[in-house]
């Protein structure tokens, strides 16, 4: 297995799903995509998530953002669990969650847990999942990889704002600051000079030789 990191093609596979049969590169499409793994149905931190996500639809969708769930049971399972998912969290959840009871995919993405780290995830000597999360812009490369474990859920709003930076810089010769968030100031790129800057953007201030902040110009 090639270990997967930032730039690397995010592997393809066909799975089926709560909305069908899917291949994962025709699934995202000319789209972003998050895909984030669950340890199994009917637990209580990924009916928690998998309901906030699906609040958050509206936010996805507007950053041309795809999000697909996975987690280790059957479609059966999944049918019931999403049932549950929509009468806890008074949702509609309308995106698809992969089967992946024999651990394929989860294999391929390297997001299986060991007894050496949670013995609690591990039943029978067969291992569940963590909670991975893939960020996979449209050429399908991967942009941002995050790994929590099955005890904590994930700040979904972190998660958003990690593709907003990620689709900002890939517009404008940017990073962003702890933090940041949109509409606040940015860092001008280290490739930058500051002559050029000020070019660019419409206020540039240097707060230290290699640290300099900018104002965004309005994007039509």
Known sequence: MVALRLGSVAPDFNADTTSGPINFHDFIGNSWAVLFSHPADFTPVCTTELGEVAKLAPEFSKRNVKVIGLSTNGLGDHAKWVDDINEVNNVNLAFPIIADADRSVATLYDMLDSVEHDASNVVNGIPFTVRSVFIIDPAKKIRLILTYPASCGRNFDEIL????????????????PANWRVGEDVIVHVGVTTEK???IF???????????????????
């Open 202 to 220: 419409p206020t540039v201030r240097e707060a230290l030789p290699y640290l300099r902040f900018a104002t965004l110009p309005n994007e039509k």
């Open 197 to 199: 800057a000020k070019e």
């Open 161 to 176: 704002r990690t593709i907003d930076s990620l689709q900002l810089s890939d517009r404008q010769p940017i990073a962003t």
